[in-house]
T-cell receptor
Framework: KQEVTQIPAALSVPEGENLVLNCSFT??????LQWFRQDPGKGLTSLLL?????REQTSGRLNASLDKSSGRSTLYIAASQPGDSATYLC?????????????FGQGTTLQVKP | KAGVTQTPRYLIKTRGQQVTLSCSPI?????VSWYQQTPGQGLQFLFE???????NKGNFPGRFSGRQFSNSRSEMNVSTLELGDSALYLC??????????FGPGTRLTVT
């Protein structure tokens, strides 16, 4: 059974710092991995999608990497800003097909202090 | 392009009642998935519909059901509500099931 773990559960940093959020999964047979952001009481905003054949994806100040063999992904946020404060979730698509079933980690709640 | 919309945004129901939630996917998306989010269990997959057929199902009791219409809009129904059904219910749409886009959610409170 696939399990997704995110460490740390919470993180507080001063504005301007670069930071790394971690995601690990127990079964390397994934189709892709997706990172999301969730603001309190809101839905999820897709940040980055990494296909299983890719090693990383970049969007602006965000960079996500994927190492399937070790069951790990990281989300790197450069020059953090107070507006980055939110909960970050990683999710994996299990198996070899693109069926719409995501397995989520518990999330990392990030606070960026001005 | 309009995003995923969910109605209603908030609901308060009493134990034993039933509820229906609605989700309109992004235009052109044929896959709609439903998730339940609670503080204790996090985000858990309920089911997925693709072209009006249930393609995947999570580990929830039969009180939770859904359907999808020919225009890809989807509804989720929960019968005989329990206190533990209080949660944020999120739907997500996708063209194929791969990259998913989420709606704002429906906050259900069961009293």
């Amino acid at each position: 059974k696939q399990e997704v773990t995110q460490i740390p559960a919470a993180l507080s940093v001063p504005e301007g710092e670069n930071l790394v959020l971690n995601c690990s999964f127990t079964d390397s047979a994934i189709y892709n991995l997706q990172w999301f952001r969730q603001d309190p009481g809101k839905g999820l905003t897709s940040l980055l999608l990494i296909q299983s054949s890719q090693r990383e994806q970049t969007s602006g100040r965000l960079n996500a990497s994927l190492d399937k063999s070790s069951g790990r992904s990281t989300l790197y946020i450069a020059a953090s800003q107070p507006g980055d404060s939110a909960t970050y979730l990683c999710a994996v698509h299990q198996g070899s097909s693109n069926t719409g079933k995501l397995i989520f980690g518990q999330g990392t709640t990030l606070q960026v202090k001005p | 392009k309009a995003g995923v919309t969910q109605t209603p945004r908030y609901l308060i129901k009493t134990r034993g009642q039933q509820v229906t939630l609605s989700c309109s996917p992004i235009s052109g998306h044929r896959s709609v998935s439903w998730y339940q989010q609670t503080p204790g269990q996090g985000l858990q997959f309920l089911f997925e519909y693709f072209s009006e057929t249930q393609r995947n199902k999570g580990n929830f009791p039969g009180r939770f059901s859904g359907r999808q219409f020919s225009n890809s809009r989807s509804e989720m129904n929960v019968s005989t509500l329990e206190l533990g059904d209080s949660a944020l219910y999120l739907c997500a749409s996708s063209r194929t099931g791969a990259e998913q886009y989420f709606g704002p959610g429906t906050r259900l409170t069961v009293t």
